[in-house]
């Protein structure tokens, strides 16, 4: 299993911009792909981006497409989500998963890994 720590959450103004990075170990990083979910007070978790191991592929939710970038560097065992272009709405607890690209866009509830968590506070 791989173990993984999120970092970089804060409080930004909307239109702002801030990078999180989520921090893998365990078993190798980069034979999994990686994924960012987040949830909002009183709603459900919800996927926002994935990538595969290559980096050939990304995934991105509508609400985020063109404003927020997946990136990886296996040198480094660890994954970033670029959020640019922030909205009151993007306010969540931003979580990173480990697990096939399927289960990652299809069967949240079973993936195996997940980080603890870094609150994204975006102010109107």
């Known amino acids: 299993q791989v173990q993984l720590v999120e970092s970089g959450g804060g409080l930004v103004q909307a239109g702002g911009s801030l990078r999180l990075s989520c921090a893998a170990s365990g078993r190798t990083f980069s034979s999994y792909p990686m994924g960012w979910f987040r949830q909002a007070p009183g709603k459900e978790r919800e996927f926002v981006a994935a990538?595969?191991?290559?980096?050939?592929?990304?995934y991105y939710a509508d609400s985020v497409k063109g404003r927020f970038t997946i990136s990886r560097d296996n040198t480094k065992n660890t994954v970033y989500l670029q959020m640019n272009s922030l909205k009151p709405e993007d306010t969540a607890v931003y979580y990173c998963?480990?697990?096939?690209?399927?289960?990652?866009?299809?069967?949240?509830?079973?993936?195996?890994?997940w980080g603890q968590g870094t609150q994204v506070t975006v102010s109107s």
């Open positions: 998963a480990a697990d096939l690209i399927s289960t990652l866009l299809n069967r949240q509830s079973s993936i195996g890994s």
């Open positions: 990538i595969r191991w290559s980096t050939a592929s990304t």
